[in-house]
Nanobody, 120 residues
């Protein structure tokens, strides 16, 4: 059984920083791409950042230059460093990982979500 556990959300003033972490538990699988998504009230979930297994990254235009996604394959963990936070970054942030098991089709797993609130 694979579970993704997130941590690091919270309340921060505009211009501040937060670092989110997401760790996969379990064994017998490998991890492909990892990503962070967010969903603000009344809005659809959107991609924030994504990183492939070889480290290639892509970002939403709204966070480029402010957010950095990274991963530690040995620890089965991904991170999202968020700097220069703005009130419009307020949302529930979800991590995602592509889980690969021998004999099974790859599928995405999701974290439980962590609230990030940026006050003005």
């Amino acid at each position: 059984q694979v579970q993704l556990v997130e941590s690091g959300g919270g309340l921060v003033q505009a211009g501040g920083s937060l670092r989110l972490s997401c760790t996969a538990s379990g064994s017998g699988f490998s991890i492909g791409a990892m990503g962070w998504y967010r969903q603000a009230p009344g809005k659809q979930r959107e991609l924030v950042a994504r990183i492939t297994r070889d480290g290639t990254t892509n970002y939403a235009d709204s966070v480029k230059g402010r957010f950095t996604i990274s991963r530690d394959n040995a620890k089965k963990t991904e991170y999202l460093q968020m700097n220069s936070l703005k009130p419009e970054d307020t949302a529930v942030y979800y991590c995602s990982m592509e889980i690969n098991r021998v004999g099974y089709r790859s599928r995405d797993y999701w974290g439980q979500g962590t609230q990030v609130t940026v006050s003005s």
